[in-house]
C-alpha cells in the first residue's frame, strides 16, 4: 500500500538511491555545526524527531488491513482511461503577468508562481516517478507540460518537506545546476539537499515563523500536520512547512501536505488576506486525514485561512491513494458550489492570472465515464 506508506511513515523502499539507503546514523551526521544547533533549538523538535502540535500521529495497522478490499477493488479507477490534456506554457511565458500574479500548475504540487515578475517553483517533481527507482513506485499518468530546462529563469524553489512525491533527488540535481538558484525549505533538509548536490550557500532552511527576504520577495515558513522521511530508519528527521509568499503587492499561500489544523486561523490572521491558496486535496483517505487535508478538509482549512481563491493540486499525476484519480477535484467543485467558495482548477501547463478567471474547469470530465455533472 504505497499511498499508506509514503504519506505516513515515508517511502516503503526503505531508503533511497541518492542517499545510498542512508539510515538515521548518516543523516543524522549531516546536522553539524549551526544545522545541529538549529534543530536542537527548534520547539518542534523532541530531541529525537519533529513532531506535530498536539497531535501525534501513527499508522493505525488495523485500519491499513481494512483498506484492502478498496486497494485490490478500486485500482481501475485510480488512473486515467486516457491520456490528460496539456497545455504547453512556453509562449504565454513570453508574456509579462498584466496582474503582477500568474501561475502556472505543471502538476502534483509542482507550480510556476509569478509574483510582480519574480519566479517561484513550489516542490518541483519532473522525474517520471515518484521514487527513489526509476523502473518502480507510482508512474506519472502525463508529462510536464514543459521540462526543467524549458523553464524561465528562476528566482527561488520552495520545497516543503522530503517525501519523494515533494523533494526529487534528479530534479533538484537539474536545478542545482541552474547558477544562483536558491532553495528555501523546512529546517534540516538542507543536509538532503547537500547530498543532492545545492551547494550550501544557496540552501535557506526555516523554523516555523522564520522569515527569508530574497531577490524582493518574503517567504515565512509556517505550520502545516504532516511527517517527513525517506526511508524506514529516518522517520521525521526533517521539519515540514507550509508556506507564506509575499512580495509588495500580492500574498500567496502553499499548503505543502498537511491535515487540518488550528494553525490555520494564526496563519489567516498574521500573513492574509491572500490573493491565492494554494491547497492540497489529494492522496487523502477518511482513515488518514490528520495527514493530507482532502476536498472536504481543504475548504475548511481555506476558510480558516481567510478565503479568497483556491487553486487545488496535489492530484492529477501520480496514483498515491485509494480514490479515483478524479475524485479529488470532482469533489472539491461540488462542496464549493454548494458553500459558494471560489475555486479555480486550471489544465495542466496552462497559464492563468487568478484574478482574471471566473471559476472551475471540470476538465476532467471528458475523460471519464460516469463522473456526475453538477449544475
Excluded at 224 to 237: E, K, M, P
Excluded at 335 to 357: K, W
Amino acid at each position: 500500500m504505497y499511498s499508506i506508506c509514503q504519506h505516513v511513515y515515508g517511502n516503503p523502499w526503505m531508503g533511497g538511491v541518492e542517499l545510498g539507503f542512508a539510515s538515521w546514523r548518516e543523516v543524522k551526521m549531516k546536522f553539524n555545526g549551526l544545522r545541529l544547533e538549529r534543530v536542537r533549538a527548534s520547539p518542534q523538535f523532541d530531541g529525537r524527531h519533529f513532531c506535530n502540535t498536539g497531535v501525534t500521529l501513527n499508522l493505525d495497522l488495523v485500519a491499513g488491513v481494512r483498506l484492502l478490499p478498496e486497494l485490490l477493488l478500486n485500482g481501475y479507477k485510480r488512473r486515467p482511461k486516457q491520456s490528460l490534456p496539456l497545455v504547453r506554457p512556453h509562449e504565454a511565458w513570453l508574456r509579462p503577468a498584466g496582474t503582477g500574479l500568474r501561475t502556472t500548475w505543471l502538476g502534483h504540487s509542482t507550480v510556476l508562481i509569478e509574483l510582480d515578475g519574480r519566479k517561484i517553483l513550489t516542490d518541483p517533481v519532473f522525474s517520471a516517478r515518484a521514487s527513489p527507482f526509476s523502473f518502480a513506485g507510482p508512474k506519472r499518468f502525463h508529462p510536464t507540460p514543459a521540462t526543467l530546462t524549458e523553464l524561465p529563469p528562476l528566482d527561488a524553489v520552495v520545497l516543503s518537506h522530503d517525501h519523494y512525491d515533494h523533494l526529487c533527488a534528479s530534479t533538484i540535481a537539474g536545478i542545482a545546476r541552474m547558477p544562483g538558484v536558491p532553495i528555501i525549505t523546512a529546517l534540516g533538509v538542507g543536509a538532503r539537499l547537500e547530498r543532492m548536490g545545492v551547494p550550501p550557500y544557496r540552501i535557506y532552511e526555516l523554523d516555523w515563523g522564520e522569515t527569508c527576504d530574497l531577490q524582493g520577495l518574503r517567504f515565512i515558513a509556517t505550520p502545516s500536520q504532516h511527517s517527513s522521511g525517506r526511508g524506514v530508519a529516518d522517520q521525521d528527521a526533517t521539519l515540514w512547512s507550509s508556506w507564506v509568499i509575499q512580495s509588495d503587492s500580492h500574498r500567496v499561500f502553499f499548503s505543502g501536505d498537511t491535515g487540518l489544523t488550528e494553525h490555520f486561523c494564526d496563519i489567516g490572521e498574521m500573513y492574509g488576506p491572500f490573493d491565492i491558496v494554494i491547497i492540497e486535496i489529494g492522496a487523502f483517505h477518511p482513515n488518514y486525514a490528520a495527514f493530507h487535508l482532502g476536498p472536504d478538509n481543504a475548504l475548511k482549512a481555506f476558510n480558516k485561512l481567510g478565503g479568497g481563491t483556491l487553486l487545488p493540486v496535489h492530484w492529477g499525476t501520480f496514483d498515491l491513494a485509494l480514490h479515483a484519480w478524479y475524485e479529488p477535484p470532482e469533489t472539491l467543485v461540488r462542496l464549493a458550489t454548494e458553500q459558494g467558495v471560489r475555486v479555480i482548477t486550471p489544465s495542466l501547463g496552462e497559464v492563468i492570472e487568478p484574478s482574471q478567471v471566473d471559476g472551475p474547469t471540470c476538465w476532467w470530465r471528458n475523460l471519464e465515464l460516469g463522473v456526475p455533472h453538477m449544475p
